[in-house]
């Protein structure tokens, strides 16, 4: 063989090597360091009590605040799902929690979780879409409602009109890394062909 012809088979076989490990091992460590899953317990308590996909309360905190309990916004929305004060007031009001509501609950990891995922859930409730839920969680039901009526982007401004595709971006991310985590292991079935995590994760950072 010659001397090219060596080159070409190693490469070659570098290439494979390569490919097997972003295959078998990217997923995994992206799944630890870049798109985690934190607080797992407490998404899965409020998801299912309040009747949401816990995958979608994961990316929306993934996005708000990348599971941050201190995050703090220049704009002043608080923890890891990004509240507003006065909005977490008005939630704490809808939970019989008024008097004992106060700003710093706002950074226990539980308490801004289970706010937070009441108020998704009561969009995804009020509206029977996801889309406009998320609109509604970044910029407001009346924004919601108008949005309805055209469903033109043109209609959103820029931070919200990427927020609420983002979101859902991340979740079909967390749908393929994790899949129905919160549900009890079921018997084996013949998987279903569905494209493997590397290639979602690649269109979303190329937003494809």
């Known amino acids: ?30 799944a630890d360091n870049v798109y985690p899953l934190e607080y797992r317990d407490l998404i899965k308590k409020y ?14 905190i ?27 007031g008005g939630i704490a009001n809808q939970l019989g929690e008024a008097d004992s509501f106060s700003y710093d609950k706002l950074f226990d990891a539980e308490t801004n979780i289970r706010y937070g995922t009441w108020y998704l859930a009561h969009y995804v409730e009020k509206y ?16 919601a409602d108008y949005y309805s009526q055209f469903r033109n982007d043109a209609n959103l401004n820029a931070e919200t009109s990427y927020y609420y595709k983002h979101v859902q971006d991340v979740k079909a991310v967390y749908d393929a ?8 292991p079921k018997k084996k079935e013949k998987p279903k062909p569905k494209l493997p995590p ?10 494809l």
């Open 1 to 30: 063989m010659s001397r090219k012809g060596i080159y070409f088979l190693i490469s070659g076989f570098f290439v494979v090597l390569v490919a097997l490990f972003v295959w078998l091992f990217l997923p995994g460590i992206l």
């Open 62 to 88: 993934w996005s708000e605040s990348h599971f941050n309990k201190d995050a703090v916004s220049p704009a002043g929305a608080v923890g890891m799902m990004q509240l507003m004060p006065n909005t977490a």
């Open 177 to 184: 890394m994790y899949g129905a985590w919160w549900e009890a």
């Open 47 to 60: 998801s299912l009590k309040y009747g949401i996909n816990p995958n979608l309360i994961a990316a929306t």
């Open 198 to 207: 590397i290639v979602l994760l690649i269109k979303h950072w190329l937003n």
């Open 128 to 143: 029977q879409d996801v889309s406009l839920a998320l609109v509604a969680y970044n910029g407001g039901f009346a924004l």
